[in-house]
């Protein structure tokens, strides 16, 4: 820098050399960036201190006695047992209709399809389908699941507003994404497998039941779980197909009367506190409602990454 | 079905038969492989039976809406099913209203995150942000709406402007954060299928960093940006449990522009009447109503998740 009074070409190069005339823009450009991820990061965590700290009383004055106790007017006994147990009902239900239909839908459009128009069509049903808004599945079951479950006896007490119908609308909302999930995972197993298969004389159905299906399976399970995980945070629907958002008394304790009764959900449960004018309902029982969702969320997205981890193959 | 099967193909021929209908031999394995088939096809077709159905419950109810109601109804003072006032302005403004909102916020939060996981970030920062972007993805949109609710509408909204407790703009802001994973991971898949030669060609005529992401990877990469963009309008337009905590105005709603008050969207109208009462089924064209709003929203969200869906794959054409 020396030479830069006695010759001005040579620092004008010098200086453009060092970059100063767009370092400007250059850093800018990339700090904005980062600006953004981190702004989302922020928001979790702002997410998560709120809810801790609305919750937090309610876990050191009541411990595991919150989980456990059922849903009451009184805010010092009110539980979420009730949710947990209709969200897992409904989560079984999915897990048996949605899972198996949409394994099965996505192994016919992978392994056993011809590349035609019909095909062609279901596949782009389906894609559309996963793009449908969560309350428009309400209506589906609203207008027709409630219906078609009075129609075959198990409307119960509630005319087919219940469990099973609940269920059944998560299923048919998260079956597109079943068969979408699938499919990636079978479009990732490498052709040789297949045909190794083939060439030792295998039919199509062994090929896909011994080789690509076990090949595949771990990023089904996956991407199973993460589906599960959805249907089990869904509350829109559910408010169309009557999950209870007041203040109620469950039927009997049999299995029969859970599935058919009144009914509520985890999520419709932090909705319904939520909106109670009561303060303790709004500002600790729903967070601690929430952090209990969640913590199960969380425990199974984990899972989910321990089995992905795990059981992950590169060929 | 992108991977037609190479071995039957090359036996039979792209237009021939599958491998059931051919095999010789044993007839016992050859009945299973039909029944197999046959079953997957089953639960293949039950998919688009499920699209039917969907159909067929909206319009069916909508349809009975539009020949019951007084025309007159569905431009009126606002959106009142209960008292029959349909003005479908008011939950359509509202839900634009909100979206607008949402796609501010999302926009840059999501494209942000995007470009820095693709471009700039370790692949070590990448391992450790890329799952933290995926767990906002996986929160339930009611947590979201009694975040909005509880954080974003006190400490946000209502610290810069004098606003309700129960405003738009909170509702916005909760569905934008909601939206924006989506919005992340739909432009950042967009950036990565960008081919590195074009980048290092970029270096090589003596490019930045930030320069080439400007000049050469954004724009290769802008179908998949816009795709981003409209599948996101598409899903806060969608969003109801934040709006529904959020944004107030469950008992119904006068025609309102100011996102510092309370409004209505198509997708709270909806909840709102469900919840309203246990007798939705009863009280006349309330419950028609309910089919006719929802036909609306289906039939947006349908034509912005095909546009999105042309867009993305003339990314994944491109390269």
Known sequence: MTAGTANPTRSAVAARLRGHSVKWGESAFQVAALLGLLLSLGVLVALLADIVAGAWSVFITRGADFVSSPISLSGDTAGVVNGIIGSVLLTLVVAVVAIPLGMAAAVYLEEYAQDTRPTRFIQTNVRNLAGVPSIVYGLLGLGVIVRLVTAIGAGGSTNGRNIIAGGLTLAVLVLPIVVITTSEALRAVPAAIREAAYGVGATQWEVTRHQVLPAALPAILTGTVLTLARAFGETAPLLLVGAATGFFTTGGQGLTEQLTGTYTALPVVVYSWSRQPDGAFRDELAPAAILVLLVLLLAANAAAIVVRNRSERKW | ?319
């Open chain 2, 1 to 319: 079905m992108s991977r037609r099967n190479p071995t039957v193909e090359a036996t039979h021929g792209r237009r021939g038969l599958d491998a059931s209908a051919t095999l010789t031999g044993d007839v016992r394995r050859r009945r299973k492989e039909a029944r197999v088939r046959g079953i997957l096809f089953g639960a293949a077709a039950t998919t688009v039976l499920v699209g039917a159905a969907i159909v067929f419950a909206l319009v069916g109810e909508a349809w009975n809406f539009v020949t019951q109601v007084e025309l007159s109804k569905l431009w009126s003072l606002g959106w009142f099913p209960r008292r029959d006032f349909f003005d479908v302005r008011t939950i359509v403004l509202g839900t634009v209203i909100i979206a607008g909102i949402a796609m501010v916020v999302a926009t840059p939060l999501g494209l942000g995150a995007a470009i820095y996981l693709s471009e700039y970030a370790s692949p070590r920062a990448r391992r450790i942000f890329k799952p933290i972007v995926e767990v906002l993805a996986g929160i339930p949109s009611v947590v979201l709406g009694y975040f909005a609710l509880t954080w974003i509408s006190p400490n946000l909204v209502q610290r810069l402007f004098t606003a309700n407790t129960f405003n738009m703009a909170a509702a916005g802001i909760g569905v934008g954060v909601l939206v924006t994973p989506l919005v992340a991971a739909v432009t950042e898949d967009a950036l990565r299928a960008v081919p590195v030669s074009l980048r290092e060609a970029s270096y090589g005529l003596g490019a930045r960093r930030g320069e080439t992401v400007r000049k050469v990877v954004l724009p290769a990469a802008v179908s998949g940006i816009v795709a981003s963009l409209i599948l996101g309008v598409s899903r806060a337009i969608g969003e109801t449990m934040v709006v529904a905590m959020a944004a107030g105005a469950t008992g119904g709603s006068l025609l309102q522009m100011n996102p510092l008050e309370p409004g209505q969207t198509m997708t709270a109208a909806m909840t709102a009447l469900a919840i309203g009462s246990d007798q939705v089924a009863g009280s006349g064209l309330a419950f028609q109503s309910l089919f006719f709003v929802g036909l609306l929203l289906f039939a947006m969200t349908l034509v912005l998740n095909i546009i999105g869906d042309r867009f993305v794959r003339r990314v994944r054409e491109k390269y």
